[in-house]
């Protein structure tokens, strides 16, 4: 695959979906106050801030369609493949990415879990929702594609991409699910090179976050993405 020039346009996507996500918590506490439940909103709206100023730059300044995030229109296709990434990620991913965390001596998701689960239900759906439309354009259908194009490598881009990805999760959730999310962003990355299918990568993502957070939070620490 042959490198191209990083434009402006791009470098500003990437600026948003790489950088963007990993300021949030930062910039949410400060200006939310003490409630939980309002950070968690300025949180969800600054990640949907951002989602609507990536996709006006791919569509106003790089002036490239939705499609070259490969978004495709719903088909019954991609809710099944993204149904099947999600077994996966709940009964092999996960449980691999435990079991290396527990080896390592790393606390889990206990810490970040709590917090969550105090927010009411309707905040987790939000979030569920979010994190998985959100975090799959921006991570995936935005960085991935641009990176590979001005790398010239796709393995390189879905790594930086990965790598990035699992350490925006560090503030809330602490050093040992930031070793899970490399596990489950790189199947998540690896799923969307293979299938170049990004709503079935957000079918993936909501559904196991949906499984944790929202139907089974009692089930056990670390079974979700986000």
């Known amino acids: 695959m042959s490198r191209a020039r990083l434009t402006p346009p791009v470098a500003a996507g990437l600026a948003l979906s790489l950088g963007g996500p990993v300021l949030v918590p930062f910039v949410s506490g400060p200006f939310a106050g003490a409630s939980a439940a309002a950070q968690s ?8 801030a951002l989602l609507g100023a990536l ?11 939705l499609a070259s995030l490969e978004l495709r229109p719903l088909r019954a296709a991609s809710v ?12 092999a991913v996960v449980p691999l990415a435990s079991g290396v965390v527990r080896a390592l001596g790393l606390a ?8 969550v689960l105090a927010l009411p239900l309707w905040l987790r759906v939000v979030a569920v929702l979010t994190g998985g439309i959100v975090e799959e354009v921006l991570y995936r259908g935005h960085a991935i594609t641009r990176l590979a194009h001005v790398t010239g490598s796709r393995a390189l881009a879905a790594a930086l991409s990965v790598a990035i ?19 489950s962003g790189g199947f998540l990355a690896a799923f969307f090179l293979w299938r170049r299918d990004l709503l079935a990568n957000v079918v993936a993502h ?21």
Not at 41 to 48: D, E, F, K, P, V
Not at 108 to 115: D, I, P, V
Not at 206 to 226: E, H, Q
């Open 41 to 48: 909103i300025a949180g969800q709206l600054m990640l949907w």
């Open 55 to 65: 996709v006006a730059i791919v569509l106003g300044w790089e002036r490239r369609p």
């Open 80 to 91: 099944l493949w993204g149904l099947a990434a999600a077994a996966v990620l709940v009964y």
């Open 108 to 115: 889990g998701f206990e810490r970040g879990l709590s917090a």
């Open 165 to 183: 990805f699992a350490l925006a999760h560090g503030p809330l959730w602490g050093p040992g699910p930031v070793v899970s999310f490399l596990f």
């Open 206 to 226: 909501v559904t196991v976050d949906a499984l944790g957070l929202v139907f089974a939070p009692t089930a056990g620490a670390g079974r979700w993405i986000d």
